[in-house]
């Protein structure tokens, strides 16, 4: 069965500081790793990952994933107020098209 | 270009009812999966479908089922409902379902009473 773990939990934080969220997973014919932020309903894509090593960066967020290591972090630089959410990761493999396993989700609070 | 939209957005129900629930994906979108989304599990798989056909179906009884019709536009039904059917459900639209990026409506939020 395919299985996603986030850690930490949750995480708390000021305005300005630098944050690494993790992610690690165990899924048979990896295809894909995902990352969404959700913040009151529906989880607004992020990321999708392929391939190992390759950084993917939109702004102040980057991410990058590990093949060989069964893992993906999201970086937050210079936080602000409104990365206030929770994170989820999700990955899909397998012959489970369409379907996404998803982490618990980290729940970033950014205080001002 | 639109995105996900799920209607209605709120819904509330008495235990034993039926309920549907509706999803239309981004244009060009064949894929739409469906996922239960509760404090205690988080985001659970309900099914997915890919032009009409049912391609995956997640640990769920049978009282939950979904169709989709030729516009790719999806329909969930939750039959008998239960107390802990409560919960937000949100479907997912992609490409083709396997590879690519999976978009998220706004969810319906179902309460059963």
């Known amino acids: 069965e395919d299985k996603v773990v986030q850690s930490p939990l949750s995480l708390v934080v000021h305005e300005g500081d630098t944050v690494t969220l993790n992610c690690s997973y165990e899924?048979?014919?990896?295809?894909?790793l995902l990352w969404y932020k959700q913040e009151k309903k529906a989880p607004t894509f992020l990321f999708m990952l392929?391939?190992?090593?390759i950084e993917k960066k939109s702004g102040r967020l980057s991410s990058i994933l590990d093949k060989k290591e069964l893992f993906s972090i999201l970086n937050i630089t210079a936080t602000q107020t409104g990365d206030s959410a929770v994170y989820l990761c999700?990955?899909?493999?397998?012959?489970?098209?369409?379907?996404?396993?998803f982490g618990q989700g980290t729940i970033l609070t950014v205080h001002p | 270009k639109a995105g996900v939209t799920q209607t209605p957005r709120y819904l509330i129900k008495t235990r034993g009812q039926q309920v549907t629930l509706s999803c239309s994906p981004i244009?060009?979108?064949?894929?739409v999966s469906w996922y239960q989304q509760t404090p205690g599990q988080g985001l659970q798989f309900l099914f997915e479908?890919?032009?009409?056909?049912?391609?995956n179906k997640g640990n769920f009884p049978g009282r939950f089922s979904g169709r989709q019709f030729s516009n790719s536009r999806s329909e969930m039904n939750v039959s008998t409902l239960e107390l802990g059917d409560s919960a937000l459900y949100l479907c997912?639209?992609?490409?083709?379902?396997?590879?690519?990026?999976?978009?998220f409506g706004q969810g319906t939020r179902l309460t059963v009473v």
């Open positions: 244009s060009g979108h064949r894929s």
């Open positions: 997912a639209s992609s490409y083709r379902g396997g590879n690519t990026e999976a978009f």
């Open positions: 899924v048979t014919n990896f295809r894909s």
């Open positions: 999700a990955v899909e493999g397998g012959t489970s098209y369409g379907k996404l396993t």
């Open positions: 392929t391939s190992s090593g």
């Open positions: 479908y890919f032009s009409e056909t049912q391609r």
